[in-house]
């Protein structure tokens, strides 16, 4: 009887230490981020909010309880740096954790390098269609901000609910972090996927917004992304030609809310009048923006911190990023308890980034459903003025990503979406569009891409002698080598968009 309950006794100090030591992990985590604080997801925005969420879950127990967060912040840029230091810090040790970066052709490097070293990389960046191929270089990607492709769904849910047939994709591409670029191969993968009409229309340097909106005419729905001065530009031009009941308008801006409605019209020149009727007809889809108690005390505590960093005024407003990389770590902490649960444990890359999929959990500013494709639900926006008089705006319609349902508010008018009888164009009136056979056609700082895909690329080559009028004089050789580089680095991500 002794000797049975001695045994017991022994059984019991031997499963002591290891139950405990299973709640008690140190997690080395890697944040690859910008110094520059030009970037919404600077170090100084998002370091307190990574610091709120570790603080946090040590007080609220279970499922977080346990484990000990060290976090290491690397500058990342947006280039080849954050790859250099991965493989540099990871000579020593390798991290347990990777969070972001958030700059597409950072991550791409960073992801594909820690997928094969099993490591997770959890990002509330990445938003480029090309990462939705998870199963081999991009295996251990989590994103925790809704991507280009799930905002791209609510136009999707737009097309179907007022039967438009066609459209015109008009982005600025700036050939560095091409941000609009990567905005708009979301919608196109979408709406091509269901066969709608679409042409697309690409910004390179000097806009000429006459030019870009003859590419218009004959097209149900206009959707552009591109700085604010540029829609600007592209709104009064149609207004002046009387085009924008022709088309119905949308523009994409979706991580800085102070550019957006409420007088981005206004400029204080002699064409606020104009630019406030030209908007009158121009949607903007956006992120939806949920609000709970808890956010409160989050948003002071980071506003703070931020402070304290030496930020201000409209840069120190909560966004995405500071919120994904909040979540991310949560999400990450459940999935290791659970994997830990499991009899496996921390290095068990393959089997964390599985358990962060497919799961549903209260992140800081709301519901966060991750897909079966470990890639956020999103919910959006469109706003729309609402007061013609003010030239204020509001939400008209919020697209749900988790059921995918459109929801009209109270403010909605069919009309305002509805196609009006289209203002013919004689063709004469637009001598640009015979130049190009291919459809496609070079114009004073556009180049017009009819066909996408690899005849967008195509375009560059071919059509590089009317081109090279247009944009800023170059050499040759330099122009050669923006080829090349822009190739290599569209191949980076495999891009459907544009590489072949
Ligand atoms: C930060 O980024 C901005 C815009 O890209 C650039 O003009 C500026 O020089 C950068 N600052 C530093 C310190 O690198
Ligand atoms: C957490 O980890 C740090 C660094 O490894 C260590 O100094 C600290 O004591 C640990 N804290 C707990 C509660 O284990
Ligand atoms: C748009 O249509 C409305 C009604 O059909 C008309 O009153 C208005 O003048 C039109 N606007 C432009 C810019 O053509
Ligand atoms: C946000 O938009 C405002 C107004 O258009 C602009 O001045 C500001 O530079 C933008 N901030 C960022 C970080 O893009
Ligand atoms: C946020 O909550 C914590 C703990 O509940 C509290 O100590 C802190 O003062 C709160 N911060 C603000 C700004 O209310
Ligand atoms: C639990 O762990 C086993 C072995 O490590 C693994 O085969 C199994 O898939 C895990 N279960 C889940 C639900 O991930
Ligand atoms: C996702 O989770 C649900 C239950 O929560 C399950 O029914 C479904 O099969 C899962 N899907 C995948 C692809 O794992
Ligand atoms: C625009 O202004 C109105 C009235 O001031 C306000 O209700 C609304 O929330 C504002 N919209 C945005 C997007 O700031
Ligand atoms: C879709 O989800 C949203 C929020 O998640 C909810 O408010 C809405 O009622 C849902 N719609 C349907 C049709 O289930």
Redesign the pocket.
């Known amino acids: 009887m002794s000797y049975l309950l001695s045994c017991c006794l022994y059984v019991w100090l031997i499963l002591l230490p290891v139950r405990t030591s299973a709640l008690n992990e140190e997690i080395e985590v890697l944040v690859f981020l910008p110094k520059n604080n030009s970037y919404l997801f600077s170090i100084s925005r998002v370091t307190p909010a990574i610091e709120y969420a570790t603080q946090t879950m040590k007080l609220n127990g279970l499922p977080y309880s346990g484990l000990n967060f060290t976090v290491h912040y690397e500058n990342s840029d947006c280039g080849n740096e954050a790859l250099f230091s991965l493989v540099e810090r990871s000579c020593m040790k390798k991290p347990d954790l990777i969070l972001g970066p958030v700059c597409e052709y950072a991550a791409a490097q960073v992801v594909r390098m820690a997928s094969h070293w099993n490591i997770p990389v959890i990002s509330a960046g990445a938003l480029a269609t090309g990462f939705n191929q998870k199963e081999k270089e991009y295996s251990h990607l989590t994103r925790v901000a809704p991507t280009y492709l799930k905002m791209a769904e609510t136009f999707s849910a737009l097309f179907h609910d007022f039967s438009w047939k066609s459209a015109v994709l008009i982005y600025d591409d700036d050939k560095e972090e091409r941000n609009c670029y990567f905005t708009l191969e979301g919608v196109h993968s979408v709406l091509d996927a269901e066969d709608y009409h679409i042409h697309v229309v690409v910004i390179y340097s000097k806009v000429d917004a006459d030019e870009i909106i003859k590419e218009t005419y004959d097209y149900d729905v206009v959707i552009m992304c591109a700085g604010a001065d540029i829609i600007r530009d592209i709104m009064l031009a149609a207004?002046r030609r009387?085009l924008?009941?022709n088309s119905i308008f949308f523009n994409i801006e979706l991580f800085n809310s102070s550019s957006y409605g409420n007088g981005s019209w206004k400029r204080g020149d002699k064409y606020d009048a104009d630019a406030k009727h030209a908007y009158a007809a121009l949607n903007v889809v956006t992120l939806l923006r949920t609000v709970k108690p808890q956010f409160e005390n989050f948003s002071m505590e980071v506003k703070k911190s931020m402070q304290k960093a030496g930020i201000s005024g409209d840069g120190a407003n909560i966004n995405m990023f500071m919120e994904g990389f909040h979540d991310a770590l949560q999400l990450y902490a459940m999935a290791l308890h659970d994997v830990i649960k499991n009899g496996s444990n921390k290095k068990d890359g393959v089997q964390i980034t599985q358990r962060m999929w497919n799961r549903t959990f209260e992140g800081i500013a709301g519901q966060v459903s991750i897909d079966a494709n470990g890639d956020r639900n999103g919910d959006f926006s469109v706003m729309t003025m609402t007061d013609l008089q003010a030239g204020t705006y509001e939400a008209v319609f919020n697209y749900y990503g988790n059921n995918g349902t459109l929801q009209k508010m109270p403010v909605f008018n069919r009309d305002r979406f509805t196609l009006?009888v289209r203002h013919r164009i004689p063709k004469s009136e637009d001598p640009d569009k015979s130049s190009g056979g291919l459809g496609v056609s070079a114009v004073t700082g556009i180049i017009v891409g009819g066909l996408l895909g690899t005849a967008l690329l195509m375009a560059f080559y071919f059509f590089r002698k009317n081109y090279r009028i247009t944009i800023e004089r170059r050499t040759q050789r330099e122009e050669c080598d923006i080829g090349k580089h822009r190739q290599l680095r569209e191949d980076s991500i495999r891009s459907n968009f544009s590489a072949a």
């Open positions: 207004y009387r924008t009941n009006q």
